[in-house]
């Protein structure tokens, strides 16, 4: 069975400062990984996604992911945070076939500080 | 290409109501997936139906069913509603419903609330 795991429901940064958002999955079989992003009251926006290409992965506005095997973790980096990156950040985690559908953590909860 | 849409946006039954929910695939698109999500759960994939045939079903009771078109256009439906079910209800399609390589592509769901 897959898993993943998000530490921190909520992560608060300065505008222009350094995010990081964490994500550990745990996968019998190689995992495909997803950043997704959902804005209040909307659904959900790919951010990016690993298919064991590239372990650094770069995504939509300004966001990039890296695979690391050996730590089993996924997680999202953006250089320079802005207002507008203020959002509910959801890592998943399937396998090719996606028989399970995606599997999703917690969500954590990005708050922008001015 | 216009995107996943859901109706209706948002739905109020009472319990031991039935509520039926749809969902209308990117054009081209044959899977459609369906998607519970609650703040004390997160999201949690209910089922999958790809050319009229649901296959793949999440961990959900039965009172929890759905369908597809010919269209590729889905239905969801839950029988028999509790408080519990009140929920954000997102569907996903993409062209061939394999969720590992390919993008599924969110509506921007049905919030129910159960009361």
């Known amino acids: 069975a897959q898993s993943v795991t998000q530490l921190g429901s909520h992560v608060s940064v300065s505008e222009g400062a350094l995010v990081l958002l964490r994500c550990n999955y745990s996968s019998s079989v190689p995992p495909y990984l997803f950043w997704y992003v959902q804005y209040p009251n909307q659904g959900l926006q790919l951010l990016l996604k690993?298919?064991?290409?590239?372990?650094l992965v770069k995504g939509i506005n300004g966001f990039e992911a890296e695979f690391k095997k050996s730590e089993t973790s996924f997680h999202l980096t953006k250089p320079s945070a802005h207002m507008s990156d203020a959002a509910e950040y959801f890592c998943a985690v399937s396998d090719v076939r996606g028989a399970d559908g995606l599997t999703f953590g917690k969500g954590t909860h990005l708050i922008i500080q001015p | 290409k216009a995107g996943v849409t859901q109706t209706p946006r948002y739905l109020i039954k009472t319990r031991g109501q039935q509520v039926t929910l749809s969902c209308s695939p990117i054009?081209?698109?044959?899977?459609v997936s369906w998607y519970q999500q609650t703040p004390g759960q997160g999201l949690q994939f209910l089922f999958e139906y790809f050319s009229e045939t649901q296959r793949n079903k999440g961990n959900f009771p039965g009172r929890f069913s759905g369908r597809q078109f010919s269209n590729s256009r889905s239905e969801m439906n839950v029988s028999t509603l509790e408080l519990g079910d009140s929920a954000l209800y997102l569907c996903?399609?993409?062209?061939?419903?394999?969720?590992?390589?390919?993008?599924?592509?969110f509506g921007p769901g049905t919030r129910l609330l159960v009361l």
């Open positions: 054009s081209g698109h044959r899977s």
């Open positions: 996903a399609s993409s062209t061939e419903g394999l969720a590992g390589v390919e993008t599924q592509y």
């Open positions: 690993y298919t064991s290409a590239a372990t």
